[in-house]
C-alpha cells in the first residue's frame, strides 16, 4: 500500500554555512528560486551548485525531485549528499529520513527499513523510530513494529500529542494482532480520547471484535463532533442492528447539514422506499465528489435500462470508494508532527 505524506521534505538548508567557495552563491539563488515557485531554475542552480562541489545542494535537488515525484533522480541525489557528505550530523539526519520516506512512497519497503535503522543507529532520531515501525506495520512485522512504538514512547513522554498519536499506530499493531486487550488499554492510556482521530480508534476496534453496539455508539460520536467520513459506517452498523429509523433519521439530519458523503447514501435509502427525487439528490453528490453518489446513480441507471451508463457509474464508484477507503485506513504520524 502506498502512503501519502502531508510534507515529503523540506529544504532544511536556506544557507550553505561552510561551502562558500564551493557554489554557496548559486546554491542561494536555487533557494531564491525555489522560494518563488520557479521550480526550472532552482534544478538549474542546483545543478551548477552541485557542479562546484557543494553538497547540501544535492539533497535539496533530491527533495525538487521528491516533490516532483522523479523518485529515480530524487534517490540518486540523496544518496550523491550520503556519499559526499564530511561529517555534517543535520545533513545526514534529513537524508537519511527523506531518502526512507522515498522508498516507504515507492513500497521498497526492505530499502526503507535499511535507511530507517541506520537514521534511528546514528542520528538517535525518535521520528525515524516511529517511521520504521510503521513500515514494519506495513510489512506485518507486527512484532518488530510493537517495539519500535514502544521505544519511542519511552522517548517522547512529554510530548503530549505525538505521544498520542503513536499510541494509536501501537493500538493498530495490537489490533491487527488481535491483541484487543492491549488496544483498549493503549487507546485509554492516551492524553486526548475526544480527537478524531482517537474516537475512530475506539470504533474500528470495538466493530473488529463485532461489538457492533459500541463501534456504532463511537462512530456516531465522531459523526456529531463533525467527522463526516464516519456516516458510512454509522448507516452500516445501523443497519445490521436492524434500526431502519435510526438509518433515516440520521442520513436526513446529515443531508440537511449538508454533509457530502450524506447524498448518495440517502439517495440510495430513498430509492429503495419510494424513489422520489433520488436521481436529483445522487446528481447533486457527484457534483460534491460524493462516492456514494456514483454507486446511487448505478442503480438508478439500472432501473431506467441505461446499462452502459451504469457501468460507466459503477467503475468511477470502485475507483472512488477504494479510495475513500484507502483515506480512512491511514496511519496518522505525519512528518510535521516530529
Not at 87 to 114: C, M, V, W
Not at 171 to 192: H, I, P
Not at 302 to 321: D, T, W
Request: hydrophobic letters at 35%.
Amino acid at each position: 500500500m502506498k502512503r501519502k505524506f502531508l510534507i515529503f521534505a523540506m529544504f532544511l538548508f536556506a544557507f550553505s554555512i561552510g561551502y562558500a567557495a564551493n557554489g554557496n552563491e548559486e546554491f542561494l539563488k536555487a533557494n531564491e528560486y525555489y522560494e518563488k515557485n520557479d521550480v526550472v531554475n532552482a534544478e538549474k542552480m542546483f545543478l551548477e551548485s552541485i557542479k562546484k562541489g557543494n553538497v547540501r545542494a544535492n539533497y535539496n535537488l533530491a527533495t525538487i525531485y521528491l516533490n516532483e515525484k522523479e523518485y529515480s533522480k530524487a534517490e540518486k541525489y540523496f544518496l550523491d549528499a550520503l556519499k559526499k557528505n564530511n561529517g555534517d550530523p543535520e545533513l545526514e539526519k534529513s537524508t537519511l529520513f527523506n531518502l526512507s520516506r522515498l522508498y516507504q512512497i515507492t513500497n521498497q519497503n526492505d530499502k526503507a527499513e535499511k535507511y530507517l535503522k541506520m537514521s534511528s543507529k546514528s542520528t538517535n532520531d525518535v521520528s525515524a523510530e516511529i517511521e520504521l515501525g510503521t513500515t514494519y506495520f506495513y510489512q506485518k512485522k507486527y512484532d518488530l513494529a510493537e517495539k519500535a512504538y514502544v521505544s519511542a514512547l519511552n522517548k517522547i513522554k512529554d510530548k503530549k500529542e505525538l505521544s498520542d498519536n503513536v499510541k494509536l499506530n501501537l493500538a493498530a499493531v495490537y489490533r491487527e494482532q488481535k491483541k484487543y486487550k492491549e488496544a483498549e488499554n493503549t487507546l485509554l492510556s492516551m492524553n486526548d480520547k475526544n480527537s478524531k482521530n482517537s474516537i475512530r480508534a475506539f470504533g474500528i476496534l470495538y466493530w473488529k471484535q463485532n461489538n457492533k453496539r459500541k463501534a456504532v455508539e463511537y462512530f456516531k460520536k465522531a459523526l456529531d463532533n463533525g467527522d463526516e467520513e464516519m456516516l458510512s459506517n454509522v448507516v452500516k452498523l445501523y443497519g445490521e442492528l436492524d434500526e431502519d429509523d435510526k438509518i433515516e433519521e440520521v442520513l436526513r439530519n446529515q443531508y440537511n447539514k449538508q454533509n457530502k458523503y450524506a447524498y448518495g447514501l440517502y439517495g440510495l435509502f430513498i430509492l429503495e422506499n419510494n424513489g422520489k427525487g433520488a436521481e436529483k439528490m445522487c446528481k447533486t453528490g457527484i457534483q460534491k465528489e460524493d462516492p456514494f453518489s456514483f454507486m446511487c446513480m448505478e442503480e438508478i441507471y439500472k432501473l431506467q435500462g441505461k446499462n452502459n451508463e451504469a457501468q460507466k457509474m459503477s467503475l468511477e464508484y470502485q475507483k472512488r470508494i477504494a479510495k475513500f477507503l484507502e483515506e480512512q485506513s491511514k496511519i496518522v504520524i505525519t512528518r510535521d508532527q516530529f
